[in-house]
């Protein structure tokens, strides 16, 4: 079985601090994926990575930023956390194919107060 | 770009069959995908359909019609167990690995 970890399930941190969530996987995927998942508006995309040390912008970058040093790992890191950054984030990773599915980790429940 | 359409909720009787539907706009396209996902817990893969027609896996069908834009998750003889989020999910370009995920929609199925 895939399996994807999270580094934490719930975080709380206060806002202008360093946050670091790790992703890690066990199948050797090539692909890892970083969301955040907010009620009313879905999964959206913050980063991905086809390889060891490529990264790519997903959909709303804006005050995050990531970091692949090996394959298995990807890190996503809040540079300086803001209150409108409190959600779940969701790790996930895939094989390098068309009609391949992501597998999600558990998710990281993070509240900036 | 990709837009992704689903109803909000749903709500359904135990052992009753539901439909849920899923319409996209997407400027290429290379299958379509359905994610299941609790309350508080990470997505997981329920079915992948690349050619129009009906996939069935046991009590989950799923539905595609690619010149319609569109598809459906079919869940027959529905368990509490059902109750959950579905996200349907096209990929964002020709390579296929990168995902748009719906809006998702929540079913909750009554005694």
């Known amino acids: 079985d895939v399996k994807v970890t999270q580094s934490s399930r719930y975080l709380v941190k206060r806002t202008g601090e360093k946050v670091f969530l790790e992703c890690v996987q066990d199948?050797?995927?090539?692909?890892m994926f970083w969301y955040r998942q907010d009620p009313g508006l879905g999964l959206r995309l913050i980063y991905f990575?086809?390889?060891?040390?490529?990264?790519e912008k997903g959909d709303i970058p804006e005050g995050y930023s990531v970091s692949r040093e090996k394959k298995e790992r990807f890190s996503l890191i809040l540079e300086s956390a803001s209150t409108n950054q409190t959600s779940m984030y969701l790790c996930?990773?895939?094989?390098?194919?068309?009609?391949?599915?992501?597998?999600f980790g558990p998710g990281t429940r993070l509240l900036v107060l | 770009g990709q837009n992704i359409d689903q109803p909000t909720e749903m709500t359904a009787t135990e052992g009753a069959i539901v439909q849920i539907n899923c319409t996209y706009q997407?400027?290429?396209?290379?299958?379509l995908f359905w994610y299941q996902q609790h309350a508080g817990e990470a997505p997981t893969f329920l079915s992948y359909?690349?050619?129009?027609g009906l996939e069935e896996k046991g009590r989950f069908s799923s539905f595609l019609s690619r010149s319609k834009g569109y598809s459906y998750l079919l869940l027959k003889e529905l368990q509490m167990k059902d109750s959950a989020s579905y996200l349907c999910a096209v990929p964002r370009d020709n390579y296929g690995q990168n995902f748009v995920f719906g809006p998702g929609t929540r079913l909750s199925v009554l005694p």
């Open positions: 359909n690349v050619l129009d």
């Open positions: 996930a990773s895939s094989r390098t194919s068309s009609r391949e599915t992501q597998y």
């Open positions: 990575s086809y390889d060891v040390k490529m990264k």
């Open positions: 199948m050797d995927h090539e692909n």
């Open positions: 997407t400027s290429g396209f290379n299958g």
